[in-house]
């Protein structure tokens, strides 16, 4: 079975910067897009990041700026650079990988915590 894997989570202080991977265990095929998820307490899961089959990007408004996604795809691996990290980024962070065509199936990461605080 294909898994994701994550890394690279952990506690920063506001305006630090972290770097998280996301490796697959094998080859996908049909890949869509890839991107990363996060949820904070309380509230829903929302899009911070995504990149394209094509290599296009997209970000969410609040992190723009401020976090580039990136992949290499010899490596099975997507990135997700965060930098001028602030306390508002604190959440799990979760991959995602979308497969297939007119039918869609995702694969998702175990999830990583990120930390912003002094």
């Known amino acids: 079975q294909v898994q994701l894997v994550e890394s690279g989570g952990g506690l920063v202080q506001p305006g630090g910067s972290l770097r998280l991977s996301c490796a697959a265990s094998g080859r996908l095929a049909n890949i869509n897009a890839m991107g990363w998820y996060r949820q904070a307490p309380g509230k829903q899961r929302e899009l911070v990041a995504a990149?394209?089959?094509?290599?296009?990007?997209n970000y969410a408004d609040s992190v723009k700026g401020r976090f580039t996604i990136s992949r290499d795809n010899t490596k099975n691996t997507v990135y997700l650079q965060m930098n001028s990290l602030k306390p508002e980024d604190t959440a799990v962070y979760y991959c995602?990988?979308?497969?297939?065509?007119?039918?869609?199936?995702?694969?998702w990461g175990q999830g990583t915590q990120v930390t912003v605080s002094s």
């Open positions: 990149i394209s089959n094509g290599g296009s990007t």
């Open positions: 995602n990988w979308r497969t297939g065509q007119f039918s869609f199936y995702n694969y």
